[in-house]
């Protein structure tokens, strides 16, 4: 240990006056158990070689790689996409939009897998969010061991693999002779997105001041005037980003998906899957570009109208 | 909740229409809906695995016996074990300095740092996995980046290799890794880190003394979601893992589409539940032991 004698100056800098009378203590009886021969006042970050500010240029370079770990990609994609030859080379050898109007004009096995997707995700967030809200309003205010275990079941398609959930509802059509079609799809996705609607309305539910519900009876409101003029308004940030979330999982699902979709059904994400597993077609990349735009429109307009990323960072736990 | 917000909560439960008792009708509709399509499918799904023959004629233990006598099927559920592990893992190392750093940050850098971890989680994992194709390939990113440092002249084998496919799912997981972290982190009562500082413990040492022990629950719910996103993540498993590395998502699909055989992958899919199921209630059993421990 060089360098004690520039701890005992360092340290009068590093502590506000109140307390220095009291660290010597604390550090003579840490230094004993940890360093019999150490000088009693050395400071921790030099006895273990630290520089003081060390921490926080540790963490902010590691996070700062994170952040950009997590952007980068999407960004690579996005200038991909705009590129003007033959294969996903990046850097891109030009830029040019052919690949979007080859994908609009030239492809309609994309769009018409496009409008699929929309029309499952659209269905299935709607059915999904009236089913979840009313047992939401049920569930999120009873602290019974029914109501405890019901709440976990309806959970279960967050843990439960869609791979093996979209196997068995496979098998189930299959027992009941109905075949696949369009509303086996629905049933899988309705599955899918119910959890995240049940989940961020309760939490809004259980934020809800009881005494509101309390005063609009005493007023003389109905039950059902309460739920609309009280409850209904309150849920709404929760609901909608319910929704929105349950939204962009079932557009995204490939693993349910792939057991519940036929020829006729094929969703978007299946479609991207089996272009980018065979052939690397850089169509993909173009629709892969405008996802990414109407995932970052959407999102900020989420943010302008629910306040829905506070919303989800405060209810993803 | 003090006493009269206490007796206002009761007061409410029993007399609201609302959520009084006889409101259990509302649960209904979705609880019929699961029953048809969550809870009968797997217990189809179970039924299933325990035929012996693709007919489904006879019962019997058959399918496990021959998925655990075969290594290359124990090798599929190792790899895919570790590969959620090693997700987590990574993980873990580049989601606490993310949470540290938006709970330590000014409202206005909030919003942005919020910006970059919300907005690859709503991209489609379709995308994000596509990026990683692109970043990973030949002549991608990467392969440029070595290649004009002079680092290697010729292109390097990136994609379908197992880091490649933990790297990716990695980044993929990471957001549902930091939201949990950041909750708890910015949760813990300041006074606790400024006394640690005050009594003279350096940043380092109050840390992984006060500020990890109490952001367990955060930790713990962060590995959950990583997990078993990881081992279930069909599409990086076999975009960026390719033909040569098998995990168990593609198995399952592979044996009941391509070989027709119901009942061994009805057996794989709930060997992989299982597996799930067993770290969900490991990470359940730590979370209530430390829940107890930090509230005393």
């Known amino acids: 240990m060089a360098d004690t004698g520039n701890d005992a100056t360092d340290h009068p800098n590093e502590?506000?006056?109140?307390?220095?009378?009291?660290?010597?203590?604390?550090h003579a009886r840490e230094d004993a158990k940890v360093h019999p021969q150490a000088h009693p006042r050395v400071h921790p970050d030099k006895r273990s070689g630290h520089h003081p500010r060390s921490f926080g240029y540790t963490m902010a370079i590691i996070a700062i790689l994170g952040l950009l770990l997590l952007i980068v990609p999407s960004v690579v994609v996005l200038i991909t996409s705009f590129t003007s030859g033959y294969s996903l080379k990046f850097?891109?050898?030009?830029?040019?939009?052919?690949?979007?109007?080859?994908?609009?004009?030239?492809?309609?096995?994309?769009?018409?897998?496009?409008?699929?997707?929309?029309?499952?995700?659209?269905?299935?967030?709607?059915?999904?969010?009236?089913?979840?809200?009313?047992?939401?309003?049920?569930?999120?205010?009873?602290?019974?061991?029914?109501?405890?275990?019901?709440?976990?079941?309806?959970?279960?398609?967050?843990?439960?693999?869609?791979?093996?959930?979209?196997?068995?509802?496979?098998?189930?059509?299959?027992?009941?002779s109905a075949g696949l079609s369009f509303y086996s799809l629905l049933a899988g996705h309705i599955a899918l997105c119910a959890p995240y609607v049940?989940?961020?309305?309760?939490?809004?539910?259980?934020?809800?001041?009881?005494?509101?519900?309390?005063?609009?009876?005493?007023?003389?409101?109905?039950?059902?005037?309460?739920?609309?003029?009280?409850?209904?308004?309150?849920?709404?940030?929760?609901?909608?980003?319910?929704a929105f979330i349950a939204f962009m999982n079932s557009f995204d699902n490939v693993a349910l998906s792939l057991f519940l979709s036929d020829a006729?059904?094929?969703?978007?994400?299946?479609?991207?899957?089996?272009i980018i597993e065979d052939s690397?077609?850089?169509?993909?990349?173009?629709?892969?570009?405008?996802?990414?735009a109407v995932t970052l429109v959407s999102m900020l307009l989420m943010e302008r109208f629910a306040n829905a990323s506070s919303n989800m960072s405060r209810q993803i736990r | 909740m003090n006493p009269t917000q206490k007796l206002t909560a009761r007061r409410a439960r029993v007399r609201s229409g609302i959520s009084g008792l006889s409101d259990w009708w509302l649960t209904l509709p979705l609880g019929l809906f699961f029953a048809i399509f969550v809870a009968v499918p797997l217990l189809l799904l179970a039924a299933i695995s325990f035929h012996t023959d693709a007919s489904m004629q006879h019962w019997g233990v058959n399918?496990?016996?021959?998925?655990?006598?075969?290594?290359?099927?124990?090798?599929?559920?190792?790899?895919?074990?570790?590969?959620?592990?090693?997700?987590?893992?990574?993980?873990?190392?580049?989601?606490?300095?993310?949470?540290?750093?938006?709970?330590?940050?000014?409202?206005?850098?909030?919003?942005?740092i919020l910006l970059c971890i919300l907005m690859p989680l709503l991209t489609s994992s379709v995308v994000r996995t596509f990026a990683w194709v692109v970043i990973l390939g030949n002549d991608g990113l990467i392969d440029h980046t070595l290649m004009a440092l002079g680092w290697v002249t010729y292109p390097v084998k990136l994609l379908y290799t197992p880091?490649?496919?933990?790297?990716?799912?990695?980044?993929?997981?990471?957001p549902l890794m930091i939201l949990p972290l950041a909750s708890s982190l910015g949760a813990i009562d300041t006074r606790l880190t400024e006394a640690s500082h005050a009594l003279g413990a350096s940043q380092w040492r109050t840390w992984w003394r006060i500020s990890m022990p109490l952001s367990v629950p955060g930790l713990l719910s962060g590995a959950l979601l990583v997990f078993t996103g990881a081992v279930s993540a069909f599409?990086?498993?076999?975009?960026?893992?390719?033909?040569?590395?098998?995990?168990?998502?593609?198995?399952?699909?592979?044996?009941?589409?391509?070989?027709?055989?119901?009942?061994?992958?009805?057996?794989?899919?709930?060997?992989?539940?299982?597996?799930?199921?067993?770290?969900?209630?490991?990470?359940?059993y730590f979370g209530r032991k430390t829940r107890g421990f930090i509230h005393g």
């Open chain 1, 15 to 26: 502590y506000p006056n109140e307390y220095s009378h009291e660290s010597p203590n604390g």
């Open chain 1, 91 to 176: 850097p891109p050898p030009g830029l040019s939009l052919r690949w979007y109007k080859a994908l609009l004009f030239d492809s309609p096995e994309i769009v018409d897998a496009l409008w699929v997707s929309v029309k499952v995700a659209t269905l299935a967030t709607a059915i999904a969010t009236v089913l979840a809200v009313a047992a939401a309003v049920v569930l999120a205010r009873k602290r019974t061991i029914a109501a405890r275990l019901l709440d976990s079941f309806f959970m279960a398609p967050l843990t439960v693999p869609s791979l093996a959930l979209g196997l068995g509802i496979l098998v189930l059509f299959n027992l009941g």
């Open chain 1, 198 to 242: 049940l989940y961020t309305t309760s939490a809004s539910y259980a934020q809800l001041d009881p005494a509101l519900l309390d005063s609009s009876r005493c007023l003389g409101a109905s039950p059902w005037r309460t739920f609309y003029r009280i409850v209904l308004p309150a849920l709404r940030p929760g609901i909608a980003s319910g």
């Open chain 1, 264 to 274: 006729r059904t094929e969703v978007l994400p299946i479609r991207l899957w089996h």
């Open chain 1, 280 to 292: 690397l077609d850089v169509r993909a990349a173009a629709a892969s570009g405008i996802l990414i």
């Open chain 2, 63 to 112: 399918q496990y016996q021959r998925y655990f006598t075969d290594p290359y099927n124990r090798g599929v559920l190792w790899s895919t074990i570790g590969l959620g592990l090693a997700t987590t893992a990574v993980c873990i190392v580049f989601g606490y300095p993310i949470a540290w750093l938006y709970t330590a940050s000014a409202p206005k850098w909030r919003r942005v």
């Open chain 2, 163 to 174: 880091s490649a496919v933990v790297v990716s799912l990695a980044q993929i997981e990471l």
């Open chain 2, 235 to 284: 599409v990086v498993q076999t975009l960026v893992g390719g033909g040569q590395l098998m995990y168990m998502p593609f198995y399952i699909y592979q044996q009941a589409i391509e070989s027709q055989d119901y009942p061994f992958a009805a057996a794989v899919a709930m060997i992989l539940l299982v597996c799930i199921l067993i770290m969900v209630t490991a990470l359940n």
